[in-house]
């Protein structure tokens, strides 16, 4: 059982979503086009794997739009997965690094679809190469992975130039001023009442860093290579990207 009753919860998943849309301002229509992607390619009572949930922000409004949904969450970072849980019980969220191969041994056999938002870009090439063929083991034929993420072209001066977009995106939303992610972190480290909560995995988060620099054709051509049958980006805003791939 949660350490945290879920008004606790709340509040503190409520400055989450505020922290987050700091860096992707259109965080909500990006959440909005994944599920219509879910909803349009495996109905509206579909198994979903959530990677990299983190509390279940996507998994979350997956439910409240498709209440059908069987949606299984994947991370491996306490502290989230207890706000997670403690917020959303209508979520099933599984203890797993997505960086160990195992984690595919964890979750309820094939599954309609996958998502992922914002979660990806820290793992290398050779193990988002792994895990994209563990993805298309899961999968049913007929069936999708979405991931929203920023990613980069194949272009300096047109991801230049789409961080600019980003920042003029950020003025107009009015999101300059919310909290950060190492303010959000750091507020969450002293509250004792989720220090039961917080361990190695919270403490390598709160530097936040790394992203593998893989291109949107890279990440086509690494699920065509793990037997996807067709994939690329469906919505964009600058970098912000929503990428697709069909089974």
Not at 65 to 70: D, I, S
Not at 100 to 108: A, F, K, L, M
Not at 143 to 151: R, S
Not at 219 to 235: I, M, N, Q, S
Request: proline share 6%; glycine share 10%; hydrophobic share 40%.
């Amino acid at each position: 059982m949660s350490v945290l009753d879920r008004e606790r919860a709340r509040y503190w998943l409520d400055r989450w979503d505020a922290q987050q849309e700091r860096y992707v301002a259109d965080r909500e229509e990006r959440f909005a086009v994944i599920i219509d992607v879910v909803r349009e390619t495996v109905g509206v009572q579909p198994s979903v794997l959530d990677l990299g949930c983190g509390p279940g922000s996507l998994g979350a409004r997956l439910r409240e739009t498709l209440p059908g949904a069987r949606v299984v969450g994947l991370d491996a970072d306490p502290l989230l997965m207890g706000l997670g849980r403690a917020r959303y019980p209508e979520l099933e969220f599984v203890d797993a690094d997505l960086a160990d191969p195992s984690w595919s041994s964890r979750v309820p056999g094939t599954v309609d679809a996958a998502v992922s938002t914002t979660a990806l870009h820290w793992l290398g090439p050779s193990a988002l190469e792994g895990l994209y063929a563990r993805l298309a083991s899961l999968i049913r034929p007929g069936g999708v992975f979405v991931n929203g993420d920023h990613l980069h072209s194949e272009s300096p001066r047109l991801d230049a130039l789409a961080g600019k977009i980003r920042a003029s995106r950020e003025i107009r939303a009015g999101v300059t001023g919310n909290e950060g992610w190492r303010e959000w972190w750091g507020a969450v480290r002293a509250d004792p009442e989720l220090s039961p909560l917080f361990g190695q995995c919270s403490e390598r988060a709160m530097p936040h860093g790394g992203d593998n620099g893989l291109s949107v054709a890279e990440h086509v051509d690494l699920l065509r290579d793990a037997g996807f049958a067709e994939a690329g980006p469906l919505w964009q805003s600058g970098d912000d990207t929503v990428l697709v791939a069909l089974r």
